[in-house]
Structure formats: structure tokens, C-alpha cells
């Protein structure tokens, strides 16, 4: 890695950490990021890039052109959870139920770093860059799919995304080549049943035994139904019925999630989770609703791509810190990216054993703030490397 490259983003690095403490002190849930989107906006222009607002909803574009030559793409996610913040900490989010507690918050402060180092040493590349600052990557059917449909990756020859991820030590990265992410669907489900007085249970059809029954049967799917060589998930976050212990419940309603790595599984599980559903109704003759929500795909990484995260991280952080990544059940809306453009994503280092070991989406969430520079060298080098290939 070019040593101009190192000292830009350590000359950089304290207003890169008060960027990321201002966006964790100040989240903004998915699809609510106006005030993400202008604090971006605003150090964009101030560093010279030309500035589209409002792509896809919140997302911001940042484009900057120095000659001819290949139009690569950077990718950071801004959107916050409903989550309260219960670190201890003087950048604690101020907003009530709200944090970042997945590390956007940092992805969106390497990114505007990668762009105040590019925009001050154009003179080290040559092609376009464009920085794409997505909202709503937490919610399906999240912001990736809006912004391509807004046009932010027409003309684009490859793209690139990263995630700070405390599974990993601080200091190394995991990146694989073909299916890394999971794809992700989602049941929302009503169960009907008849309420009534709970010392008369053989007048009422009891919703919560109903539920618990369907609940006790999805467990079956993915060990009886699923080839034990294909990954799958199947879990049930939510179940809700009755109100007070003298009641049968009329209702019960029951929330999931369904992820898999190929179309054949994925389109499996659905088939068996609605014929379960109906079955199960059926045996205690209760009815049902349900709502089955197609999400993001298998995220898939270019291998040519892969192979050039390899070599860019090896020179710049030594490859005894670069590791070939797990396939893991997470699924992440990039996925819709690289179904259209070659590209990479990877897994940047952020945890220690002291104050960044919870995990992601946990109310304590933190990361090592050092991997910003980590994640900002590797998403320099990679555009370098795309963008040097043009003078071959």
C-alpha cells in the first residue's frame, strides 16, 4: 500500500473519530436518515465532490471525476436500530431507543474519510469514483435496490462495500469468493382461533396452543426437509397470544425469519413453512393469515475480485491478517449490487476481548475504532487497484 495512502488516513484519523461518535451520538432509524444524509451531504461538497441528494430516499451520491478510465464504486450503509443505547460512554447515543449498534455509524465516517483523501490526491488516479452513502440497509426491503433504480451504479465497473465486524479481531480482515451472506426472507403470521372462558377450554379453540403446536413444527424443516449439506435457518423471533391467565387467546401472531444460499432451498422452505401453517391450522381447526416477505438475496463476491481483496489487503496489512471468511446466515442488501456490477464485499476486524466483544445488534455494541483506518486503506486500495488497471 502507497505510504502516501497511510499518512493521509493517520493525518485524518481524529476528525474520522469525531465523525463516527457526532453520527453515533445523533442514529437515525432506517428510512429515517434525513439528518445522516445532510451531515454527508455537506462534508461531500466541502471537499469538492459533485453531490446528489435524495437517491433512493435518504441516499447520497458523491462523484468525482479525474480523466478517463473505469468508473468504480464505494459503498457505505448510514441507517441506525431500535435499539437503546446502554454503553458507558461520553458518544452514547442521545436518542432515546435508537442506536447504531452495527456499525454504520463507522462505515459512514470511513467512507467520507476515503473521500477527503481521494478528493485531496487526484493526482494519484485516474477514472471516476463515486461513493454511494445508502440508507435503509437494516429494514427489507432496504435501500439498495431504491438506489439502483435511481440510477447510482449505471456506468459502474466494479464496487466495493465493507463491514467493521467484532467477530474479528482488529487488525484483520475475512473476505470469500462466491456465496459469503445468507439470503434473508421473512413470515409474519396470524393464527384464528376462538376465545373464551379459560376453565371451558373444549368451547374455544385455544390460539396459543395452535401456535405453539406450528412453532414446535417449523423446528422440523430444516433437520428432516433440508439436505443436511445445504446451510438453512429457520427461526421464530415473536410469539404473542392472550392477555391474563383466565382467558383462551382468539389470536396469536408469530414473526420470523428464513435464510438459506440457494434458490432451491430458499424456495423449500417456503413451501413447507405454508404447508406446516395450513396443516397445523387444520388440526385444530383454527384459520390463519400469513404475510411471506421475499428479502435480499445470497450475497455473491466476484471472484476476480476476491482474489484483488487478497492481494490489496496482504500489502497492506500483511497476509497473515487476511483470512478467508465463513459463510455466515446474516444477510446484507449489497447482495443487490453485486448481482449487477463485479465486486466484493468484506469483513474488516473490529473487536477486542475489553470493550468491543458484544455482538452486533446487542444494546452494548461497540467496535475498535482503529478498523475505520483498516476499513478506509482497504476501500483505497481496492479503487486504486480497479481504477490502475486502465494503464496496463
Same mark, same amino acid.
Given at each position: 500500500?502507497?505510504?502516501?495512502?497511510?499518512?493521509?488516513?493517520?493525518?485524518?484519523?481524529?476528525?474520522?473519530?469525531?465523525?463516527?461518535?457526532?453520527?453515533?451520538?445523533?442514529?437515525?432509524?432506517?428510512?429515517?436518515?434525513?439528518?445522516?444524509?445532510?451531515?454527508?451531504?455537506?462534508?461531500?461538497?466541502?471537499?469538492?465532490?459533485?453531490?446528489?441528494?435524495?437517491?433512493?430516499?435518504?441516499?447520497?451520491?458523491?462523484?468525482?471525476?479525474?480523466?478517463?478510465?473505469?468508473?468504480?464504486?464505494?459503498?457505505?450503509?448510514?441507517?441506525?436500530?431500535?435499539?437503546?443505547?446502554?454503553?458507558?460512554?461520553?458518544?452514547?447515543?442521545?436518542?432515546?431507543?435508537?442506536?447504531?449498534?452495527?456499525?454504520?455509524?463507522?462505515?459512514?465516517?470511513?467512507?467520507?474519510?476515503?473521500?477527503?483523501?481521494?478528493?485531496?490526491?487526484?493526482?494519484?488516479?485516474?477514472?471516476?469514483?463515486?461513493?454511494?452513502?445508502?440508507?435503509?440497509?437494516? @429494514? *427489507?426491503? $432496504?435501500?439498495? +435496490? !431504491?438506489?439502483?433504480?435511481?440510477?447510482? %451504479?449505471?456506468?459502474?465497473?466494479? =464496487?466495493? &462495500?465493507?463491514?467493521?465486524?467484532?467477530?474479528?479481531?482488529?487488525?484483520?480482515?475475512?473476505?470469500?469468493?462466491?456465496?459469503?451472506?445468507?439470503?434473508?426472507?421473512?413470515?409474519?403470521?396470524?393464527?384464528?382461533?376462538?376465545?373464551?372462558?379459560?376453565?371451558?377450554?373444549?368451547?374455544?379453540?385455544?390460539?396459543?396452543?395452535?401456535?405453539?403446536?406450528?412453532?414446535?413444527?417449523?423446528?422440523?424443516?430444516?433437520?428432516?426437509?433440508?439436505?443436511?449439506?445445504?446451510?438453512?435457518? @429457520? *427461526?421464530? $423471533?415473536?410469539? +404473542? !397470544?392472550?392477555?391474563?391467565?383466565?382467558? %383462551?387467546?382468539?389470536?396469536?401472531? =408469530?414473526? &420470523?425469519?428464513?435464510?438459506?444460499?440457494?434458490?432451491?432451498?430458499?424456495?423449500?422452505?417456503?413451501?413447507?413453512?405454508?404447508?406446516?401453517?395450513?396443516?397445523?391450522?387444520?388440526?385444530?381447526?383454527?384459520?390463519?393469515?400469513?404475510?411471506?416477505?421475499?428479502?435480499?438475496?445470497?450475497?455473491?463476491?466476484?471472484?476476480?475480485?476476491?482474489?484483488?481483496?487478497?492481494?490489496?489487503?496482504?500489502?497492506?496489512?500483511?497476509?497473515?491478517?487476511?483470512?478467508?471468511?465463513?459463510?455466515?446466515?446474516?444477510?446484507?442488501?449489497?447482495?443487490?449490487?453485486?448481482?449487477?456490477?463485479?465486486?466484493?464485499?468484506?469483513?474488516?476486524?473490529? &473487536?477486542?476481548?475489553?470493550?468491543?466483544?458484544?455482538?452486533?445488534?446487542?444494546?452494548?455494541?461497540?467496535?475498535?475504532?482503529?478498523?475505520?483506518?483498516?476499513?478506509?486503506?482497504?476501500?483505497?486500495?481496492?479503487?486504486?487497484?480497479?481504477?490502475?488497471?486502465?494503464?496496463?
Amino acid at each position: 500500500m502507497a505510504q502516501w495512502v497511510k499518512d493521509a488516513l493517520q493525518e485524518q484519523f481524529t476528525e474520522t473519530v469525531a465523525w463516527r461518535r457526532h453520527l453515533h451520538m445523533n442514529p437515525e432509524r432506517s428510512y429515517e436518515e434525513q439528518r445522516t444524509a445532510q451531515f454527508v451531504a455537506d462534508k461531500l461538497e466541502a471537499a469538492g465532490w459533485d453531490v446528489t441528494r435524495n437517491v433512493g430516499g435518504h441516499g447520497v451520491i458523491g462523484k468525482l471525476s479525474n480523466g478517463n478510465g473505469p468508473v468504480v464504486a464505494l459503498r457505505a450503509d448510514m441507517d441506525a436500530l431500535s435499539i437503546q443505547d446502554e454503553k458507558t460512554c461520553e458518544y452514547r447515543s442521545t436518542v432515546p431507543g435508537v442506536m447504531h449498534a452495527c456499525g454504520h455509524d463507522g462505515h459512514t465516517a470511513t467512507l467520507l474519510t476515503v473521500a477527503q483523501v481521494l478528493a485531496a490526491h487526484q493526482e494519484q488516479w485516474a477514472g471516476e469514483i463515486r461513493l454511494l452513502f445508502q440508507p435503509a440497509e437494516e @429494514v *427489507s426491503p $432496504g435501500g439498495a +435496490q !431504491a438506489m439502483i433504480r435511481d440510477g447510482a %451504479i449505471e456506468g459502474v465497473d466494479a =464496487i466495493y &462495500g465493507v463491514h467493521l465486524w467484532t467477530p474479528i479481531q482488529a487488525g484483520h480482515i475475512a473476505v470469500r469468493a462466491g456465496a459469503m451472506m445468507a439470503s434473508v426472507d421473512d413470515f409474519f403470521i396470524q393464527i384464528h382461533g376462538k376465545g373464551g372462558h379459560g376453565g371451558m377450554p373444549h368451547a374455544c379453540i385455544d390460539a396459543v396452543i395452535v401456535g405453539a403446536a406450528f412453532v414446535q413444527q417449523l423446528q422440523t424443516i430444516v433437520s428432516r426437509n433440508v439436505s443436511p449439506l445445504k446451510p438453512a435457518v @429457520v *427461526s421464530v $423471533g415473536a410469539l +404473542q !397470544a392472550g392477555t391474563t391467565q383466565n382467558v %383462551i387467546a382468539d389470536k396469536a401472531i =408469530i414473526r &420470523g425469519t428464513v435464510r438459506s444460499f440457494d434458490a432451491e432451498t430458499r424456495t423449500l422452505l417456503r413451501s413447507r413453512i405454508e404447508s406446516v401453517l395450513e396443516h397445523t391450522c387444520a388440526m385444530y381447526e383454527a384459520t390463519y393469515e400469513i404475510e411471506y416477505r421475499i428479502g435480499y438475496p445470497t450475497l455473491v463476491n466476484d471472484a476476480v475480485e476476491a482474489a484483488r481483496c487478497v492481494q490489496v489487503a496482504s500489502a497492506a496489512i500483511g497476509s497473515d491478517h487476511v483470512q478467508e471468511a465463513e459463510m455466515i446466515m446474516p444477510a446484507e442488501d449489497f447482495a443487490y449490487y453485486l448481482e449487477r456490477v463485479p465486486g466484493c464485499f468484506v469483513f474488516v476486524g473490529a &473487536g477486542n476481548e475489553e470493550d468491543a466483544k458484544y455482538p452486533h445488534h446487542h444494546p452494548k455494541f461497540d467496535f475498535v475504532e482503529s478498523a475505520m483506518i483498516t476499513a478506509a486503506e482497504l476501500l483505497i486500495g481496492l479503487a486504486l487497484d480497479r481504477l490502475h488497471e486502465s494503464d496496463c
